[in-house]
C-alpha cells in the first residue's frame, strides 16, 4: 500500500499517464523548486507550457471540443503524484489544480468563450485563477464589494482580490463581483466574468505567504476596469450557487486526497531520516518512542488509506455528496497536520529549517486547514446537512 490508487483500478492509460506525471516532476519541477521560491513571480509561466506539451493541461476539455476528454481520474493522479515530490510541498496543491477552473468554462462558457481559451488551455499558454476572496470577504461571499458597474455594453471594474493563488502568473481570472442587477437583488446575488488580468487598469502585490512559496499568491486591485458584458460566464447574478457547486466538490476531493498523499509522503521522508540521524550512539529509529509513534503513524495512514479509496470510488460513481466532501477536506486536512507535526517533530532541529522538506510540508498542511473553505466552514456546512 503506498498511498496511490491501486495498479489494478488503472487502464494501460493511467498508467502512462502516471508515468508521464512522474518523470516530469522528476525532471522539470523538484530540481528548481528552491530557486522559484525566492524568485518574485515563484514559479515560471514556462513550467505550464511544458506540462501542456505533455498533455498535463485541460485534461477534463470534452474530446468533442477539441480536448482530451480524460475521466477525473487523471487529475486525481496528477495531484496525489505532486503532492508526493519537493515540489509538491514547494507548490502546495494549487499547482495543476488551477486547471480544475476549467471545470467552469466547461459547464457554463459559450461557444465563443470556450473557442477563445480552450487551446490556450490546452497549450498552457493560459493560466488560471478564481477570485472570490476579499479583505472583507472570505468566507462570507455575501460581503464582496468588488463591483462591476454597467455603462453601455461594458462593465467598469472597481475593487480588491486577495489571497489569490497564481494571482501573479495568471492570465485569466474567473473574477465573483457585484454588478448593478446584483446590488438592486440584494444578497446572494454575485455574477462571475472571465477576466484577462492583462487589462489595463488591474495592479498585482505578491503575498509573502508562510508556504507554498514557489506558487504565486497575489491581491489583486480593480481601478476603472473596463470589459465587454461577454466576459458573464453562465448568467448575470448566478456567479456562485449552481455555478460552481459541481467544482467545490470535485475541488474539496483533490484537496483531500492531496493532504493523505502529502500526509504520506511526510511519514517516508520521517522513517527514511530517523534511520540514518543517530543520537547517543544509535539510531533515533531504534529508541521505544520513536517506533512507538511510527506505529500510530502507520497506523493512521493505512485508515487515510481506506477512506481515501471510498471517496474515490464515490466520487468516480457520481454518488459523492457536498456533506461527505466537506467532512473530507475537513479530516483528511486535520489528519495531514497531525501527521506532519509528528514528522516535524522526529526531525528534531532540522525539522525547523526551512528549506528542509518536512518544514514545507508541515507549514503548507497548516494552510489546508484554511484553505479551499476553512475547517469550521467545513464544520458549519455538515452540521447544517444533519
Same mark, same amino acid.
Given at each position: 500500500?503506498?498511498?496511490?490508487?491501486m495498479d489494478?483500478?488503472?487502464?494501460l492509460?493511467?498508467?502512462?499517464?502516471r508515468?508521464t506525471?512522474?518523470?516530469?516532476?522528476?525532471?522539470?519541477?523538484?530540481?528548481?523548486?528552491?530557486?522559484?521560491?525566492?524568485?518574485?513571480?515563484?514559479?515560471?509561466?514556462s513550467?505550464?507550457?511544458?506540462?501542456?506539451?505533455?498533455?498535463?493541461?485541460?485534461?477534463?476539455?470534452?474530446a468533442?471540443?477539441?480536448g482530451?476528454?480524460?475521466?477525473?481520474?487523471?487529475?486525481?493522479l496528477?495531484?496525489?503524484?505532486?503532492?508526493?515530490?519537493?515540489?509538491g510541498a514547494?507548490?502546495?496543491?494549487?499547482?495543476?489544480?488551477?486547471?480544475?477552473?476549467?471545470?467552469?468554462?466547461?459547464?457554463f462558457?459559450t461557444p465563443?468563450?470556450?473557442?477563445?481559451?480552450?487551446?490556450?488551455?490546452?497549450?498552457?499558454?493560459?493560466t488560471?485563477c478564481?477570485?472570490?476572496?476579499?479583505?472583507?470577504?472570505?468566507?462570507?461571499?455575501?460581503?464582496?464589494?468588488?463591483?462591476? $458597474?454597467?455603462d453601455?455594453?461594458?462593465? !467598469?471594474?472597481?475593487? @480588491?482580490? %486577495?489571497?489569490?493563488?497564481? =494571482?501573479? /502568473?495568471?492570465?485569466?481570472?474567473?473574477?465573483?463581483?457585484?454588478?448593478?442587477?446584483?446590488v438592486?437583488?440584494?444578497?446572494?446575488?454575485?455574477t462571475?466574468l472571465?477576466?484577462?488580468?492583462?487589462?489595463?487598469?488591474?495592479e498585482?502585490?505578491?503575498?509573502?505567504?508562510?508556504?507554498?512559496?514557489a506558487?504565486?499568491t497575489a491581491?489583486?486591485?480593480?481601478?476603472?476596469?473596463?470589459?465587454?458584458?461577454?466576459?458573464?460566464?453562465?448568467?448575470?447574478?448566478?456567479?456562485?450557487?449552481?455555478?460552481?457547486?459541481?467544482?467545490?466538490?470535485?475541488?474539496?476531493?483533490?484537496?483531500?486526497?492531496?493532504?493523505?498523499?502529502?500526509?504520506?509522503?511526510?511519514?517516508?521522508?520521517?522513517?527514511?531520516?530517523?534511520?540514518? $540521524?543517530?543520537?547517543?550512539?544509535?539510531? !533515533?529509529?531504534?529508541? @521505544?518512542? %520513536?517506533?512507538?509513534?511510527? =506505529?500510530e /503513524?502507520?497506523?493512521?495512514?493505512?485508515?487515510?488509506?481506506?477512506?481515501?479509496?471510498?471517496?474515490?470510488a464515490?466520487?468516480?460513481?457520481?454518488?459523492?455528496?457536498?456533506?461527505?466532501?466537506?467532512?473530507?477536506?475537513?479530516?483528511?486536512?486535520?489528519?495531514?497536520?497531525?501527521?506532519?507535526?509528528?514528522?516535524?517533530?522526529?526531525?528534531?532541529?532540522?525539522?525547523?529549517?526551512?528549506?528542509?522538506?518536512?518544514?514545507?510540508?508541515?507549514?503548507?498542511?497548516?494552510?489546508?486547514?484554511?484553505?479551499?473553505g476553512?475547517?469550521?466552514?467545513?464544520k458549519?456546512?455538515?452540521?447544517?446537512s444533519?
Amino acid at each position: 500500500m503506498d498511498g496511490r490508487v491501486m495498479d489494478e483500478g488503472l487502464s494501460l492509460e493511467h498508467k502512462a499517464f502516471r508515468n508521464t506525471v512522474q518523470r516530469f516532476i522528476r525532471e522539470r519541477m523538484d530540481p528548481f523548486c528552491q530557486k522559484w521560491e525566492k524568485a518574485e513571480n515563484g514559479h515560471p509561466a514556462s513550467l505550464w507550457r511544458e506540462a501542456g506539451e505533455l498533455g498535463l493541461l485541460g485534461l477534463l476539455i470534452p474530446a468533442e471540443e477539441g480536448g482530451p476528454g480524460c475521466d477525473p481520474l487523471f487529475p486525481i493522479l496528477l495531484t496525489e503524484e505532486i503532492a508526493r515530490s519537493p515540489a509538491g510541498a514547494s507548490l502546495g496543491s494549487i499547482t495543476f489544480g488551477a486547471d480544475l477552473l476549467t471545470l467552469l468554462l466547461i459547464e457554463f462558457g459559450t461557444p465563443e468563450q470556450k473557442a477563445r481559451y480552450y487551446p490556450r488551455i490546452l497549450s498552457g499558454e493560459v493560466t488560471q485563477c478564481i477570485g472570490i476572496s476579499e479583505p472583507d470577504a472570505g468566507s462570507d461571499v455575501n460581503a464582496i464589494t468588488t463591483r462591476a $458597474r454597467s455603462d453601455g455594453d461594458d462593465f !467598469v471594474i472597481n475593487g @480588491q482580490k %486577495t489571497y489569490i493563488s497564481h =494571482g501573479m /502568473l495568471a492570465d485569466l481570472c474567473y473574477l465573483v463581483v457585484k454588478t448593478d442587477d446584483d446590488v438592486e437583488r440584494g444578497r446572494g446575488s454575485l455574477t462571475m466574468l472571465l477576466m484577462d488580468l492583462n487589462t489595463p487598469g488591474i495592479e498585482r502585490r505578491r503575498m509573502d505567504m508562510i508556504a507554498a512559496k514557489a506558487s504565486s499568491t497575489a491581491e489583486l486591485f480593480f481601478t476603472d476596469v473596463r470589459v465587454p458584458k461577454s466576459t458573464i460566464l453562465g448568467k448575470e447574478g448566478q456567479g456562485l450557487g449552481a455555478n460552481i457547486s459541481q467544482f467545490l466538490l470535485f475541488d474539496r476531493v483533490l484537496m483531500s486526497l492531496r493532504a493523505i498523499a502529502a500526509a504520506r509522503y511526510a511519514f517516508d521522508l520521517t522513517l527514511d531520516y530517523v534511520k540514518e $540521524r543517530k543520537v547517543f550512539g544509535k539510531r !533515533v529509529f531504534d529508541f @521505544q518512542n %520513536t517506533q512507538f509513534k511510527l =506505529g500510530e /503513524l502507520k497506523t493512521k495512514l493505512i485508515v487515510a488509506d481506506a477512506f481515501r479509496r471510498d471517496l474515490i470510488a464515490k466520487f468516480m460513481s457520481g454518488i459523492l455528496d457536498h456533506m461527505t466532501s466537506s467532512a473530507a477536506k475537513l479530516w483528511c486536512s486535520e489528519h495531514e497536520y497531525a501527521v506532519t507535526d509528528d514528522c516535524l517533530q522526529l526531525h528534531g532541529g532540522f525539522g525547523c529549517v526551512a528549506e528542509s522538506p518536512i518544514s514545507k510540508l508541515f507549514s503548507f498542511a497548516r494552510i489546508e486547514r484554511i484553505y479551499g473553505g476553512t475547517n469550521e466552514i467545513q464544520k458549519g456546512a455538515i452540521g447544517r446537512s444533519l
